[in-house]
T-cell receptor, first 112, second 112 residues
Protein backbone atom coordinates (compact mmCIF):
# COMPACT_ATOMS: atom_id res chain seq x y z
CA UNK A 1 0.00 0.00 0.00
CA UNK A 2 2.82 2.37 0.82
CA UNK A 3 5.02 1.46 -2.13
CA UNK A 4 5.77 3.44 -5.24
CA UNK A 5 6.87 1.16 -8.08
CA UNK A 6 9.23 2.74 -10.59
CA UNK A 7 10.33 1.46 -14.00
CA UNK A 8 12.56 0.96 -15.84
CA UNK A 9 15.55 0.46 -13.59
CA UNK A 10 17.85 1.82 -16.30
CA UNK A 11 17.32 3.58 -19.59
CA UNK A 12 19.56 4.48 -22.51
CA UNK A 13 18.37 7.14 -24.95
CA UNK A 14 19.96 8.82 -27.93
CA UNK A 15 20.56 12.55 -27.81
CA UNK A 16 17.41 14.33 -28.94
CA UNK A 17 15.14 11.43 -28.06
CA UNK A 18 12.35 11.21 -25.48
CA UNK A 19 13.06 9.61 -22.11
CA UNK A 20 10.04 8.14 -20.31
CA UNK A 21 10.05 6.93 -16.71
CA UNK A 22 6.96 5.44 -15.12
CA UNK A 23 5.70 5.15 -11.56
CA UNK A 24 2.67 3.43 -10.07
CA UNK A 25 1.13 3.54 -6.62
CA UNK A 26 -1.65 1.84 -4.69
CA UNK A 27 -2.45 4.20 -1.85
CA UNK A 28 -5.14 6.64 -3.02
CA UNK A 29 -4.37 8.88 -0.06
CA UNK A 30 -1.18 10.08 -1.76
CA UNK A 31 -1.73 13.68 -2.80
CA UNK A 32 1.63 15.04 -3.90
CA UNK A 33 4.01 13.57 -6.47
CA UNK A 34 7.49 15.10 -6.91
CA UNK A 35 10.29 13.94 -9.17
CA UNK A 36 13.93 14.23 -8.15
CA UNK A 37 17.11 14.23 -10.21
CA UNK A 38 20.37 13.01 -8.71
CA UNK A 39 23.83 13.34 -10.20
CA UNK A 40 26.67 11.11 -8.95
CA UNK A 41 28.06 12.31 -5.62
CA UNK A 42 25.19 14.75 -5.06
CA UNK A 43 21.96 14.71 -3.13
CA UNK A 44 18.64 14.50 -5.03
CA UNK A 45 17.31 17.81 -6.31
CA UNK A 46 13.65 18.60 -6.95
CA UNK A 47 12.88 18.59 -10.65
CA UNK A 48 9.12 18.98 -10.97
CA UNK A 49 6.05 18.07 -8.93
CA UNK A 50 2.34 17.53 -9.51
CA UNK A 51 -0.85 17.26 -7.50
CA UNK A 52 -3.66 14.86 -8.50
CA UNK A 53 -6.08 17.61 -9.50
CA UNK A 54 -4.15 18.14 -12.77
CA UNK A 55 -3.35 15.61 -15.49
CA UNK A 56 -0.18 17.19 -16.83
CA UNK A 57 2.47 19.68 -15.80
CA UNK A 58 5.24 20.95 -18.01
CA UNK A 59 8.43 22.80 -17.12
CA UNK A 60 10.78 23.31 -20.03
CA UNK A 61 11.71 19.92 -21.47
CA UNK A 62 10.28 18.05 -18.47
CA UNK A 63 6.64 16.95 -18.32
CA UNK A 64 4.74 14.94 -15.70
CA UNK A 65 1.69 13.05 -16.91
CA UNK A 66 -0.71 11.91 -14.21
CA UNK A 67 -3.44 9.28 -14.56
CA UNK A 68 -5.47 9.27 -11.37
CA UNK A 69 -7.77 6.41 -12.34
CA UNK A 70 -4.84 4.15 -13.23
CA UNK A 71 -2.82 5.38 -10.24
CA UNK A 72 0.15 6.02 -12.46
CA UNK A 73 2.35 8.97 -13.25
CA UNK A 74 5.28 9.40 -15.56
CA UNK A 75 8.13 11.74 -16.36
CA UNK A 76 8.85 12.64 -19.96
CA UNK A 77 12.12 14.32 -20.90
CA UNK A 78 11.86 15.79 -24.39
CA UNK A 79 14.93 16.39 -26.56
CA UNK A 80 17.08 14.46 -24.07
CA UNK A 81 20.63 15.74 -23.67
CA UNK A 82 23.82 14.10 -22.32
CA UNK A 83 23.61 16.52 -19.38
CA UNK A 84 20.33 14.84 -18.39
CA UNK A 85 22.24 11.64 -17.59
CA UNK A 86 21.43 11.06 -13.93
CA UNK A 87 19.30 8.93 -11.64
CA UNK A 88 15.65 9.95 -11.41
CA UNK A 89 13.38 9.19 -8.47
CA UNK A 90 9.64 9.53 -8.31
CA UNK A 91 8.04 10.05 -4.92
CA UNK A 92 4.64 10.34 -3.31
CA UNK A 93 3.46 11.81 -0.09
CA UNK A 94 0.39 12.20 2.05
CA UNK A 95 0.22 15.81 3.07
CA UNK A 96 -0.85 15.28 6.62
CA UNK A 97 2.00 12.91 7.40
CA UNK A 98 4.87 14.89 5.84
CA UNK A 99 6.40 11.57 4.77
CA UNK A 100 7.73 10.91 1.29
CA UNK A 101 7.76 7.43 -0.24
CA UNK A 102 10.37 7.09 -2.99
CA UNK A 103 10.59 4.81 -5.98
CA UNK A 104 13.72 2.74 -6.45
CA UNK A 105 15.20 5.06 -9.09
CA UNK A 106 15.93 5.00 -12.82
CA UNK A 107 19.44 5.47 -14.09
CA UNK A 108 19.23 7.42 -17.34
CA UNK A 109 22.08 7.61 -19.81
CA UNK A 110 21.77 9.89 -22.82
CA UNK A 111 24.22 9.06 -25.58
CA UNK A 112 25.88 11.92 -27.43
CA UNK B 1 18.12 29.09 -2.18
CA UNK B 2 17.48 26.49 0.50
CA UNK B 3 20.66 25.07 1.83
CA UNK B 4 20.88 21.77 3.65
CA UNK B 5 24.39 21.05 4.83
CA UNK B 6 25.68 17.72 6.07
CA UNK B 7 28.80 17.89 8.18
CA UNK B 8 30.80 15.21 6.37
CA UNK B 9 30.94 13.95 2.78
CA UNK B 10 32.80 10.76 3.66
CA UNK B 11 33.22 8.91 6.95
CA UNK B 12 34.98 5.67 7.83
CA UNK B 13 34.14 4.18 11.23
CA UNK B 14 34.88 0.95 13.02
CA UNK B 15 32.29 -1.61 14.03
CA UNK B 16 30.88 -0.81 17.46
CA UNK B 17 31.69 2.91 17.33
CA UNK B 18 29.06 5.52 18.13
CA UNK B 19 28.60 7.67 15.04
CA UNK B 20 27.05 11.12 14.75
CA UNK B 21 25.85 12.53 11.44
CA UNK B 22 24.97 16.20 11.58
CA UNK B 23 22.64 18.18 9.35
CA UNK B 24 21.84 21.89 9.32
CA UNK B 25 19.27 23.78 7.22
CA UNK B 26 19.13 27.54 6.84
CA UNK B 27 15.52 28.14 5.72
CA UNK B 28 13.58 27.80 8.97
CA UNK B 29 11.92 24.59 7.73
CA UNK B 30 9.68 22.77 10.17
CA UNK B 31 10.34 19.25 8.91
CA UNK B 32 13.63 17.41 8.70
CA UNK B 33 14.34 13.89 7.51
CA UNK B 34 17.07 11.29 7.46
CA UNK B 35 17.10 8.84 4.56
CA UNK B 36 19.38 6.01 3.67
CA UNK B 37 20.16 5.33 -0.01
CA UNK B 38 21.28 1.92 -1.22
CA UNK B 39 21.57 0.66 -4.83
CA UNK B 40 18.34 -0.92 -6.04
CA UNK B 41 16.46 0.09 -2.90
CA UNK B 42 16.01 3.80 -3.51
CA UNK B 43 15.65 6.13 -0.55
CA UNK B 44 14.34 4.70 2.68
CA UNK B 45 13.19 6.88 5.53
CA UNK B 46 14.97 6.33 8.85
CA UNK B 47 13.48 9.08 11.02
CA UNK B 48 11.81 12.42 10.59
CA UNK B 49 11.05 15.37 12.80
CA UNK B 50 8.22 17.86 12.39
CA UNK B 51 9.24 20.15 15.24
CA UNK B 52 11.99 20.73 17.78
CA UNK B 53 12.33 17.77 20.11
CA UNK B 54 9.67 15.89 18.12
CA UNK B 55 10.55 12.80 16.12
CA UNK B 56 8.86 9.89 14.44
CA UNK B 57 10.20 6.59 13.23
CA UNK B 58 10.39 6.01 9.53
CA UNK B 59 10.50 2.69 7.76
CA UNK B 60 13.93 1.48 8.98
CA UNK B 61 14.66 3.02 12.42
CA UNK B 62 16.37 -0.02 13.95
CA UNK B 63 19.93 0.73 15.03
CA UNK B 64 19.46 4.50 14.72
CA UNK B 65 18.34 7.35 16.90
CA UNK B 66 17.95 11.08 16.26
CA UNK B 67 18.16 14.37 18.08
CA UNK B 68 16.61 17.74 17.28
CA UNK B 69 17.42 20.28 19.96
CA UNK B 70 17.23 23.29 17.62
CA UNK B 71 14.97 23.88 14.63
CA UNK B 72 17.82 24.12 12.15
CA UNK B 73 19.77 21.04 13.26
CA UNK B 74 18.90 17.36 13.01
CA UNK B 75 21.37 14.68 14.05
CA UNK B 76 21.40 10.99 13.21
CA UNK B 77 23.09 8.71 15.72
CA UNK B 78 24.30 5.19 15.13
CA UNK B 79 24.56 3.83 18.67
CA UNK B 80 26.88 0.96 17.74
CA UNK B 81 27.86 0.99 14.09
CA UNK B 82 27.65 -2.24 12.14
CA UNK B 83 28.87 -3.16 8.66
CA UNK B 84 25.29 -3.37 7.36
CA UNK B 85 24.96 0.35 8.08
CA UNK B 86 27.50 1.13 5.38
CA UNK B 87 25.49 3.37 3.08
CA UNK B 88 24.82 6.85 1.72
CA UNK B 89 22.92 8.94 4.25
CA UNK B 90 20.83 11.86 3.07
CA UNK B 91 19.36 14.62 5.19
CA UNK B 92 16.42 16.66 3.89
CA UNK B 93 14.13 19.44 5.06
CA UNK B 94 10.74 20.77 3.99
CA UNK B 95 8.55 23.70 4.91
CA UNK B 96 5.32 21.82 5.56
CA UNK B 97 2.67 19.54 4.16
CA UNK B 98 2.55 19.28 0.37
CA UNK B 99 5.91 20.99 0.07
CA UNK B 100 8.87 19.31 -1.55
CA UNK B 101 11.87 18.18 0.42
CA UNK B 102 15.31 19.69 -0.18
CA UNK B 103 18.29 17.41 0.23
CA UNK B 104 21.84 17.79 1.45
CA UNK B 105 24.77 16.44 -0.54
CA UNK B 106 24.89 13.18 1.39
CA UNK B 107 27.34 11.44 3.70
CA UNK B 108 28.88 8.23 2.48
CA UNK B 109 29.51 6.15 5.59
CA UNK B 110 31.70 3.07 5.54
CA UNK B 111 31.76 0.84 8.61
CA UNK B 112 34.73 -1.52 8.72
Amino acid sequence: QQQVKQSPQSLIVQKGGISIINCAYENTAFDYFPWYQQFPGKGPALLIAIRPDVSEKKEGRFTISFNKSAKQFSLHIMDSQPGDSATYFCAASIGGTYKYIFGTGTRLKVLA
Amino acid sequence: DVKVTQSSRYLVKRTGEKVFLECVQDMDHENMFWYRQDPGLGLRLIYFSYDVKMKEKGDIPEGYSVSREKKERFSLILESASTNQTSMYLCASSLGALRSAFFGQGTRLTVV
